[in-house]
């Protein structure tokens, strides 16, 4: 996926989150760094790569991961499930929508 692409599709599918209180995102040539503030729980820390498409969302609270889905070479799709974050679990290719789907699902577990 373009970097521009992603973005489109990140911003869109956020806008539809009521937890989501700010972004604070930026792009570099390639890549897409950011926090999305989230309302009185953290925040959420993304990454994106184009050319690697490399892929990282990850909810942290407390300077802890709370919650994550990310894409790399080293273990392709996996999962830090809300019940133990530092677990990785295989899971099927993700777009950026179904991953904050999930986020949200997890959202509403933990309060």
């Known amino acids: 996926m373009e970097l521009r692409a992603f973005l489109a599709e990140l911003i869109a599918n956020l806008a539809s989150l009521d937890f989501v209180a700010t972004l604070d995102l930026r792009t570099e040539v390639f890549t897409l ?8 729980r953290g925040f ?12 990282a969302v990850a909810w942290i609270e407390g300077e802890r991961r709370r919650w994550g889905i990310d894409r790399d070479n080293l273990r392709g799709w996996h999962r830090h499930p809300l019940e133990n974050p530092e677990d990785h679990q295989a899971i099927p290719p993700m777009n ?16």
């Open 96 to 111: 950026i929508g179904q991953i904050l789907k999930e986020l949200e699902e997890s959202w509403k577990q933990s309060t």
């Open 33 to 40: 760094k950011g926090r999305v503030f989230l309302k009185e």
């Open 44 to 55: 959420l820390e993304v990454y994106f790569n184009e050319q690697t498409q490399t892929l």
